[in-house]
């Protein structure tokens, strides 16, 4: 007993020492003016006039990231403006991540796979970038590794709670970003392996899959237009409009 305490302790700390060199590194340039995508991004759609503005549009080729913008539209008005306050989701969506991929590791392939993996994704450059910025893309790493978290338990287990709960950062993935798609794909062609091998009774894997359609057909429909406008306006098609 005394000696899981202590080694349930040294977890903690350990991931504490992770947290903090993650925070670090992630803070060091936070302040710095925004790049150019960013401006694409956080002027139009998180400074937008109304919220209908901010979750009717992806922007132009998929530059408003929904759930991200309303979020940082939420602590742009909590906290005041600047690029700190913009970026501060992405930062917390990029340390939480750091967590849930330790708890991943030690979930499905042990202790010392959850160290490994949250220690290189704290010192990864490019999860460090992309959760300092004011993106959806933390985010999306955030909920494509809960969306995975709670897939692979409700194959374990067969829970409802565990269906429901992966349902619904499926969801905010998609409105995080639309690359969450993918990920879906391989969940679903995964869960489809697992019920020919009969490794548990289908109909709650594929009774999530309804929900799942109906509550990201609005982000599905606006990539279609959004594709559908790149098309229609692009150098070729404009040339043919004009002649």
Request: hydrophobic share 50%; aromatic share 16%.
């Amino acid at each position: 007993m005394k000696e899981t305490t202590t080694r349930d302790k040294s977890l903690l700390l350990f991931l504490g020492f992770v947290l903090l060199t993650g925070c670090v590194l992630r803070c060091w340039n936070i302040n710095q003016s925004f790049w150019w995508d960013e401006i694409w991004s956080t002027m139009p759609y998180v400074k937008a006039s109304s919220l209908w503005q901010v979750v009717s549009s992806l922007g132009y080729y998929f530059n408003n990231h929904i759930f991200y913008s309303l979020l940082a539209r939420g602590f742009i008005a909590i906290l005041g403006e600047s690029e700190f306050t913009a970026r501060l989701p992405a930062l917390i969506m990029g340390l939480l991540g750091i967590v849930v991929l330790f708890q991943f590791g030690k979930k499905f392939l042990g202790v010392h796979a959850g160290i490994i993996a949250s220690l290189l994704l704290a010192v990864s450059a490019f999860h460090i970038d992309h959760s300092s910025e004011a993106r959806g893309y933390s985010g999306l790493a955030l909920f494509a590794l809960l969306s995975s978290f709670y897939f692979l338990k409700g194959l374990k287990t067969n829970e409802l709670r565990s269906w429901i709960l992966f349902v619904l950062f499926t969801i905010l993935g998609c409105y995080s970003h639309v690359f969450m798609v993918a990920v879906s794909i391989s969940q679903f062609f995964s869960s489809l392996l697992f019920i020919v091998a009969e490794k548990l009774g289908s109909r709650k894997v594929v009774s999530t899959q309804k929900p799942l359609g109906i509550l990201s057909l609005p982000c599905f429909f606006l990539v279609s237009l959004q594709y559908l406008s790149i098309v229609l306006f692009s150098p070729p098609f404009l040339q043919i409009w004009v002649k």
